[in-house]
Nanobody, 124 residues
């Protein structure tokens, strides 16, 4: 049984920073990927934000967050982080962490495990 628990979301002013955490428990596999997705509004599709291959350290970002967000992992704590800097109102949304066996993929349908989400609100 895999459990993912996010934390760190809150209200922040534009230009500010936040760090989200995703604590994982259980066994996903010997090679796996963890990712952040966000849903910016009800009815909108969940979009890929960033991902990290836990085995190789390879990372990927969606274009809109490159240079502002950084994904990282602490193997000892089984925790993934998303450092978000220079936040803008368009970053507002529910951020969810997800996990899958094997390599990085960019669509939510390809991830098997999900956290409950944490709300990030960026005010202008």
């Amino acid at each position: 049984q895999v459990e993912l628990v996010e934390s760190g979301g809150r209200l922040v002013q534009a230009g500010g920073s936040l760090r989200l955490s995703c604590a994982a428990s259980g066994t996903i596999g010997s090679k796996y990927t963890m990712a952040w997705f966000r849903r910016q509004a009800l009815g909108k599709e969940r979009e890929f934000v960033a991902a990290i291959d836990w085995s190789t350290g390879e990372v990927r970002y969606t274009d809109s967050v490159k240079g502002r967000f950084m994904i990282s992992a602490n193997n000892a704590k089984n925790t993934m982080y998303l450092q978000m800097n220079s936040l803008i109102p368009d970053d507002t949304g529910v951020y969810s962490c997800a996990a899958r066996a094997d390599v990085i993929r960019y669509t939510d349908l390809e991830y098997y495990y999900w956290g409950q989400g944490t709300q990030v609100t960026v005010s202008s």
